[in-house]
């Protein structure tokens, strides 16, 4: 193993740390309140023109599947929702903050941006097939989980390369890895940043955790299933994980003890097939938004 790298200090050295577009930042903290008009959610998002068209595009793309033409941001607010609208800011905001930070970069975006939103899709099916109550929450949480990667791939290109090898050829677990060669983890970078972003808490707590051993929280349990699940289904490429590997684990558990189902679920082949349905609507997703 090569000698470790404090990423802490580069971090925290650097003069301009990433910030979210402000009109989106202001949107996805307004969409969490149901109390919100929506004629304040149409202004505030045509002051930024390039966020206007990006959801026109989206709105009218094949994954929503509209029989006629959304053409102003007043039909699309009222069309899609709060909910929905939530999840394409979000995923607009990240996208944009990604190629602001790995602009001419060796780190493999494609992967992370495929991996970032199926498990934000993921997080969100599970909380709705347990009918956990929710907040609207679990689909920001399960994008951002990773988000302290991109800080790290553009600190240091070869970052996601040197992890993976170390996990492979010395059997270390990612945070294992992350903590010997740079003296940190894309949690603690991720977090941090939640925090200067102004997340609510419990987001911040799951992109601390997500590899942690804190399921005693509903969700961050559910945000560390829908990782494995996209790890299982290839979409992450971060560790080697099998169905009896989540079916054992703690936030399995978790998630069972929080649903409103009558009897308890199991991660059966049956139930993974309706994962791999859904990656058919996550590709239709990502299509819209590139």
């Not at 790298?5 to 577009?21: A, G, H, I």
């Not at 944009?96 to 997080?123: C, G, I, P, R």
């Not at 601390?208 to 299982?232: P, Q, R, T, Y």
């Not at 989540?246 to 991660?267: D, G």
Request: hydrophobic share 40%.
């Amino acid at each position: 193993m090569p000698e470790a790298f404090n990423l802490n200090e580069k971090v925290l050295e650097l003069e301009d740390l990433p910030t979210l577009q402000p009109v989106a930042s202001s949107l996805m903290k307004l969409l969490s309140d149901k109390t919100t008009d929506a004629q304040h959610i149409e202004e505030l998002i045509q002051t930024d023109p390039a966020l206007t068209a990006k959801i026109l595009k989206v709105v009218n793309s094949a994954y929503y599947g509209m029989r006629n033409i959304v053409d102003t941001v007043k039909l699309a607010v009222v069309i899609l929702g709060f909910d929905e609208l939530r999840k394409m800011i979000s995923s607009v905001a990240l996208m944009n903050l990604s190629n602001e930070l790995l602009d001419n970069n060796e780190f493999d975006f494609k992967s992370f941006w495929k991996h970032s939103v199926t498990v934000a899709f993921f997080s969100e099916k599970i909380y709705k097939d347990f009918k956990i109550e929710s907040h609207g929450e679990e689909f920001t949480a399960g994008l951002m989980h990773d988000v302290g990667k991109l800080v790290a791939g553009m600190i240091i290109p070869d970052y996601t390369i040197k992890v993976i090898d170390a996990v492979v050829n010395h059997k270390f677990s990612i945070y294992e890895a992350e903590y010997l060669l740079y003296g940190t983890s894309h949690m603690e970078i991720g977090g941090f940043l939640a925090e200067k972003w102004n997340f609510p808490k419990s987001i911040v707590n799951c992109i601390f955790s997500h590899h942690g051993d804190s399921e005693e929280n509903v969700l961050v349990s559910n945000v560390k299933l829908g990782n494995m699940i996209a790890n299982l289904l290839e979409t992450g490429n971060d560790i080697i994980i099998t169905k009896e590997t989540i079916s054992e684990c703690k936030c399995w558990e978790v998630i069972n003890n929080n649903s409103r189902l009558q009897e308890e679920r199991y991660f059966d082949d049956e139930y993974l097939d309706e994962f791999k349905q859904e990656l058919r609507k996550i590709n239709l997703f990502l299509e819209s938004l590139l």
